[in-house]
DNA sequence: TGTTGTCTATCTATCGATAGATAGATGCAT
DNA sequence: ATGCATCTATCTATCGATAGATAGACAACA
């Protein structure tokens, strides 16, 4: 992948964190980085495209941040914590699937299925482990949902009281 | 408030809970309705007028319905718990202030303000109830999660199993 | 007659997307 | 080694559609 294909997933991520699917274009992207909204088109052809391959590598990208803090014996659900946790502090933002899902009916449809396996793969993940399947569920959406607080609320301490009784 | 005052702003509570603040328009609200969308803007001057009059209304229409069913003698949680229910299962959408509240900070002003009220207030009654922070935090934040879990996976039963473990 | 509410018509700005040109790098055949 | 062709990546310019917003005409009604 392209220097200039990784900065525009960069620059795409971060503003769909904070405004959503159809709160980002394609011409704020190209100014964060410098180009021009035509050459954006040219890595990605079409805002769908776009979106899903954001939406793709930030599920990996999870995905693997958990593996990894569970390989350094770390339990299931203290690595979901973390990662999540992670995600808000270092780009003190929603989770780019949570921003997203929050308007999943209106999604592009390469989107949506991105955004449903995003949930799908955590709940795998997590089931694997050995949880419940509501247990399951109740550790994704405390999660999620702490983040959303910690957002609306622009209080990062909730995050930690809202998913403290999960651990 | 008049007919048509009220129904702009079913229209638009319909419109943000499936596509977000920025994903939804005055010309869209005014087709369902069936007037011109100069018709909207003689009503509700902005496009943040609206949306703050709307999520007003939510709220307040929310902390009544949580109300209601304490004074009925439940639970403050299982109130919560049943009133989230309700919004997913009538409406069949996201929470309007989680939908809102997703894209936080990219919010005009007036709505950022509603939507952080519509968290406060939520909080704040659960902490009147006898709620310590954390738990109260955690209520709010897994029936938020929740309900996103259940939109995006196209699955209401998510819904009860991920906060079920709240009661 | 004045108020209320809706209309038509229009404005400016921006959207996603496309076309066509260009400059530079790469590859290959003579 | 030279010269032609192709590929890559960007540019400028523009498209039709839509966004929020406004002005002014018109109708209903008190």
Redesign the interface.
Known sequence: MSETTEAIMDAAEERIR??????FSFREVAADIGVKSSSVHYHFPTKEKLAAAVARRYTDRFLKGVDQRVAEGRDIVTAFRQVFGDALDRDG??CL???M??????LAEEVRAE??RF??LGLERLAKAGLA???A??V???????M??A????DRS?FE?????LV
Chains 1, 2 share one sequence.
């Open positions: 904070q405004a959503g699917y159809s709160g933002r929603m699937c949570g921003a899902g929050a308007t999943s009916a209106d955004v449903r949930f799908q399947k509501d247990a569920v109740q994704i959406a405390t999660l999620e949902g702490a959303l607080a957002n609306v609320l622009d909730l009281s809202g998913t403290a009784g």
